[in-house]
């Protein structure tokens, strides 16, 4: 991977992150722009800086092992930063943020797909998340208005 493509990779996975949090942002949500940016562009970080080690690198099974460590490490710590913006409301029977979470856990996964697999499989799923989101949100709002008339 060269110096270019290390960078577009890294500039990517900012920049999709940052594209799900102005979504959470605009839907009032916690963990906005800023923060998912962070969590992409980290993600991403790391799985790259692995690639680099020329120790790693030229060892696949070692490689394999390293990139195993930061999938469960950046999942697990991205689990904990989701859950934190989970609220239960025992008296309501709600539950708020889950998908905000879910987008916190999505923009780390695509911050290492973004570093390690191929350009298409990142832009499928870059684009199957931002869909899901704005889509979902629509199909929320249609059933809400054909609840309310019946």
């Known amino acids: 991977m060269d110096q ?9 996975a900012t920049a999709t992150g940052m ?19 962070l969590v992409g562009m980290s993600s991403a970080l790391v799985a790259l800086a692995v690639t680099q080690i020329p120790e790693i ?9 390293a990139i195993q460590g930061i999938v469960v490490g950046v999942l697990t710590g991205i689990g904990f930063l989701g ?3 989970i609220l239960r409301y ?3 029977g709600t539950v708020q943020n889950l998908t905000t979470a ?26 199957t998340t931002v869909a899901l989101l704005l889509i979902e949100h629509r199909f929320e709002q249609l059933f ?7």
Do not use: Y
């Open 4 to 12: 270019l493509d290390t960078a577009l990779r890294l500039l990517a």
């Open 19 to 37: 594209v799900l949090g102005l979504n959470r942002d605009l839907e009032g949500k916690p963990l906005g722009a800023r923060t998912l940016g």
């Open 57 to 65: 690198a030229q060892h696949p099974d070692a490689l394999s092992r």
């Open 83 to 85: 859950s934190g913006v």
């Open 90 to 92: 025992p008296d309501k």
């Open 102 to 127: 879910a987008a916190t856990w999505a923009t780390a996964a695509l911050g290492l797909t973004c570093a390690l697999a191929p350009w298409p499989l990142f832009l499928l799923g870059a684009a």
């Open 144 to 150: 809400r208005k054909r609840k309310s008339k019946s």
